[in-house]
């Protein structure tokens, strides 16, 4: 059931039983951190693998002493900067977190979302939320109630919270020997963080030993075969696809004389593209195409984050290429 009140979602919560909430990046799929039954829940109804660790959702930075200790002086200084935002921090565990949440790591991530209902929910609460994003393991993240409730119908109740601000997930930080470093791209981008900090490493990509493991390579993938290039009018000449979605960054491509061609055109807005990549996705992937082609964005501010997902996205290539004459 979708629901509005905040009263029924926190009688749901307090129950033990788990809801869907709004943030600014995607929808969570929300648990009180102190309950077993609501945190291994959360795994069974995402079909996510236990190693898989979830983030801590707080109402505010005082509240980071509840389930982190050893806190360096840098997390402190981004968590006044960000917060409430789109940044997780990867600290030292407190012993009263699960080793559930943390899949057994002896790090715990948290943030403070940035979106009005959901803050009011976590100030009524006496308890954190753990929250991973609101979708099936390795299918595109939520960023409305309505896509949610397709992944979810009426197994789990869905807090309306409209549709996300920024729509990709949020930035992790962790602190190796109290350096920062990225562990996964998203809505706050490099650049920002920079601004405060300096140069930053990113660790983006270690996929054998990932870190943060939800950044295995093949993850917030439709169905339809998804093709990432450079180059749209290259990609749709060679291409036996009849029926394709086009996600353009910046191109004018118009000619659809030779498939059925759906044509999304961001026209160069990184913030509205970032926001809407997702809905983008479900809708082009609702659409029975053969392939969707999207072209690369610069890699320059939300860019990065945006060709992150994309990549990820795409990584069933091989099922592309049976559409290319010269595969
Ligand atoms: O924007 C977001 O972060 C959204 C909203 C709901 O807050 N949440 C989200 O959660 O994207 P999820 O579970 O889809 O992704 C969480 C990521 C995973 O890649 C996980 O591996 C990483 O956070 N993570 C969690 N705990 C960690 C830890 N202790 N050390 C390193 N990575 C961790
Ligand atoms: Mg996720």
């Excluded at 900067?81 to 407190?94: E, I, S």
């Amino acid at each position: 059931m979708i629901i509005n009140n905040l009263d029924h979602a926190k009688r749901v919560l307090e129950s033990n039983k788990n809801l869907i909430i709004p943030t600014e990046t995607v929808y969570g799929l929300a648990g009180n951190i102190y309950s077993e039954e609501a945190i291994s829940n959360i795994y069974e109804l995402k079909k996510r693998p236990r190693n898989n660790p979830l983030i801590v959702h707080i109402s505010s930075s005082e509240a980071m002493n509840l389930v982190a200790k050893d806190i360096p002086d840098v997390a402190y200084k981004l968590a006044e900067k960000f917060w409430p935002g789109a940044l997780t921090l990867v600290l030292n565990k407190k012993d009263t977190v699960s080793d559930i949440i943390t899949a057994g790591k002896s790090s715990v991530a948290v943030r403070v979302p940035n979106h009005k209902t959901t803050l009011e929910l976590l100030d009524l609460l006496d308890f954190p939320l753990a929250a991973p994003s609101a979708n099936p393991f390795g299918t595109i993240s939520p960023t409305s109630a309505a896509h949610a409730y397709r992944y979810f119908e009426d197994t789990v109740d869905i807090l309306d919270g409209g549709k996300c601000e920024l729509g990709i997930e949020s930035t992790i930080i962790g602190f190796e020997n109290e350096t920062p470093t990225i562990y996964r791209l998203g809505s706050l981008s490099v650049e920002e963080i920079e601004y405060h900090l300096g140069g930053i490493e990113i660790k983006n990509n270690d996929n054998s030993s990932p870190i943060a493991p939800g950044m295995m390579q093949k993850h917030y993938a439709p169905n339809t075969p998804l093709l990432l290039t450079d180059n749209v009018y290259k990609a749709i000449e060679g291409n036996k696809a009849k029926r394709i979605g086009l996600l353009l960054s910046n191109s004018d491509y118009t000619d659809n004389e030779k498939s059925t061609i759906i044509i999304i055109n961001n026209k160069s807005n990184k913030t509205g593209a970032a926001k809407n990549l997702y809905s983008d996705l479900h809708q082009l992937d609702n659409l029975n195409l053969d392939m969707i082609i999207a072209e690369k964005w610069d890699e320059s501010g939300l860019g990065k984050s945006i060709n992150d997902r994309l990549t990820r996205a795409s990584y069933n290539q091989k099922e592309t290429n049976e559409f290319f004459t010269s595969a």
